[in-house]
């Protein structure tokens, strides 16, 4: 526990930590529970509003901790329904966070880190360089922020019904932090999201699944993107540190009997480059040994960027060859395109970028 003079955000502590918190202030452990209840059920940042505390529990919370939720830095509403804030976090620095509503479902995918190291040819975001982590509170605080925008009720009206973290970072690469606050996702005295409903998207950090598989119970989608390793180099750098072969061992392993679960695959499909017929057919003898979906994603084109979208007609041709092998597929509908709130185009605010290939040899 951090010592007394340091103030503690609350936000970065799930369950368990939030018990250690307490007894560290000499309190009984069961404050936790109502502290974690006035955060994420009810909303409350203000220790003058947790009436169940007594006044001197109040007081001494005042001297030592806060609920500090990132900042709102802006809005913006797609003609599609589509929201996406601008968070700060001080420091200059800030992320990106977009709600997609749906007729039957509303999806939060929110971001791990500011900026990310892992430079991906075909997302805006890895053009942006990469600053650091992000903590436990900032995590969780994007959805606590998105929910309070929304109206979304943990009891009642619930707007969001799904979390992806997908938006700026390599959730893997920050392992600790993100678990954190996936449990507090998935908490009863948190937002209370079933594990099938809190997805976590990798470019394919091959230990970070290993170790995620054994700690914590969630949805797994990995961006694949090429059936071979010469393709998925150009796109995914860090295929060169862990190829295909050893991915498809780590999905295998985490999709096992032991653990009964499925992983998505993300395959944006890229004119001229990995949508090729062969290719779909290549993918097909990849996958069908791994229980998993395919979803196909249309290149969202970004300012710099040399490639482009493949035609529609060849991304349902695409389509149409790897369902015939036996692979369930979908066609991401491109949603927010006219904020820039699509797959990929994520930038935020980054400020330093001339830490990318040290952080990658960290991270990795």
Request: neutral net charge; hydrophobic residues 40%.
């Given at each position: 526990?951090?010592?007394?003079?340091?103030?503690?955000?609350?936000?970065?502590?799930?369950?368990?930590?939030?018990?250690?918190?307490?007894?560290?202030?000499?309190?009984?452990?069961?404050?936790?529970?109502?502290?974690?209840?006035?955060?994420?059920?009810?909303?409350?940042?203000?220790?003058?509003?947790?009436?169940?505390?007594?006044?001197?529990?109040?007081?001494?919370?005042?001297?030592?901790?806060v609920i500090e939720p990132p900042r709102i830095l802006s809005e913006q509403q797609s003609a599609d329904g589509t929201v996406k804030w601008l968070m700060g976090f001080g420091g200059g620095n800030a992320v990106e966070t977009v709600f997609i509503p749906e007729p039957n479902r509303g999806t939060?995918?929110?971001?791990?880190?500011?900026?990310?190291?892992l430079n991906c040819t075909?997302?805006?975001?890895?053009?942006?360089?990469?600053?650091?982590?992000?903590?436990?509170?900032?995590i969780i605080g994007q959805?606590?922020?998105?929910?309070?925008?929304?109206?979304?009720?943990?009891?009642?009206?619930?707007?969001?019904?799904?979390?992806?973290?997908?938006?700026?970072?390599e959730p893997l690469a920050n392992f600790n932090p993100v678990v954190r606050a996936i449990s507090l996702?998935?908490?009863?005295?948190?937002?209370?999201?079933?594990?099938?409903?809190?997805?976590?998207?990798?470019?394919?950090?091959?230990?970070?699944?290993d170790r995620l598989r054994e700690t914590i119970d969630v949805a797994l989608a990995v961006s694949l993107h090429a059936p071979d390793d010469e393709t998925r180099v150009k796109l995914v750098p860090l295929n060169r540190k862990y190829p295909i072969s050893e991915l498809m061992r780590a999905c295998r392993d985490f999709v096992s009997e032991k653990h009964k679960r499925t992983v998505t695959f993300e395959y944006t499909l890229?004119?001229?480059?990995?949508?090729h017929p062969d290719q779909a057919r290549k993918l097909v003898k990849l996958l069908r040994r791994v229980p998993s979906k395919l979803n196909l994603?249309?290149?969202?084109?970004?300012?710099?960027?040399?490639?482009?979208?493949?035609?529609?007609?060849?991304?349902l041709e695409f389509q149409s060859i790897v369902m015939k092998g036996g692979?369930?597929?979908?066609?991401?509908?491109?949603?927010?395109?006219?904020?820039?709130?699509?797959?990929?185009?994520?930038?935020?605010?980054?400020?330093?970028r001339t830490r990318r290939s040290r952080t990658l040899r960290e991270q990795t």
């Open positions: 526990m951090k010592r007394e003079q340091e103030t503690v955000n609350l936000m970065d502590l799930e369950e368990g930590r939030m018990r250690s918190f307490f007894e560290w202030l000499g309190e009984k452990p069961f404050r936790a529970q109502q502290v974690l209840k006035w955060i994420y059920h009810q909303g409350v940042t203000d220790f003058d509003e947790m009436t169940n505390l007594s006044l001197a529990l109040r007081e001494k919370l005042k001297a030592v901790a939060l995918c929110i971001s791990s880190q500011v900026g990310c190291a075909f997302c805006s975001t890895g053009a942006q360089g990469f600053n650091r982590n992000l903590e436990t509170g900032e959805v606590w922020q998105a929910a309070r925008a929304l109206g979304h009720e943990r009891n009642g009206t619930r707007r969001i019904t799904n979390i992806v973290l997908m938006g700026m970072g996702m998935r908490n009863d005295l948190g937002f209370g999201f079933a594990a099938k409903r809190v997805t976590l998207s990798t470019a394919g950090l091959v230990p970070g699944i890229i004119d001229g480059v990995n949508d994603i249309p290149f969202n084109p970004f300012p710099g960027t040399e490639y482009r979208c493949s035609p529609d007609s060849r991304i692979l369930i597929a979908t066609v991401r509908k491109t949603r927010g395109e006219d904020i820039d709130a699509a797959c990929g185009q994520l930038v935020g605010k980054v400020l330093d």
